[in-house]
């Protein structure tokens, strides 16, 4: 692994990862939060602000993979499809498995992301997917996410988001947030939800 701008080994960054995840998950397991087979996470991750660079300067092929290797078989168990954003020079476009483009939709392009161009998160996907292809965007389809580095993920989610108030809070030396999504309250004061 290269080097990092603080004490951080890959087995830290597999710890705190598998610790974001089961919290991403255990808010995302009961009422209007609860994911079901078949929905849609997404993950931006910044490999550069893990290893405490700034982002898009120091992209780590090693740090990626040790937080796809976390989180993939978690996300695989749980029926769910992950979506992998790639960075700002792909326009955020995600890396998914083909059968959640065709499930939901969505628009393919063409483009393969390298290291600095999609960045080594999404390097990572094209790898480890089953059937990977890059799409446009998810038509805000994502039920839950985590933001690793401050990437952005919102504008890939279902209205209405709900950020999630983490202890998990760094990954690495990046910034982790969460978010699920909600049924929009509709009806007013008399509606019974």
Partial sequence: MEESKGNITLESIKTEAEA????????????FYELHRGD????????SRVMGYHMGQHSTEDVAKAIME????RVREKGLYLACQCCEHLNRALVVERECMEKYDLTQVSVKPALHAGGA???????RFSDPVVVEDLRS????????????????????????HNENTKLGCANVTMARTRPKLIGGERAQY
């Fill in 20 to 31: 974001a995840i089961n919290e991403l998950f255990a808010a995302c397991s009961e009422g």
């Fill in 141 to 164: 389809k994502a039920r839950a996410g985590m933001d690793i580095g401050g990437v952005f993920i919102g504008m890939h989610m279902r209205a209405v988001v709900v950020p999630i």
């Fill in 121 to 127: 998160w999404s390097v990572q996907a094209m790898q």
């Fill in 40 to 47: 849609i996470i997404v993950i931006g991750c910044s490999t």
């Fill in 70 to 73: 976390t989180v993939l078989p």
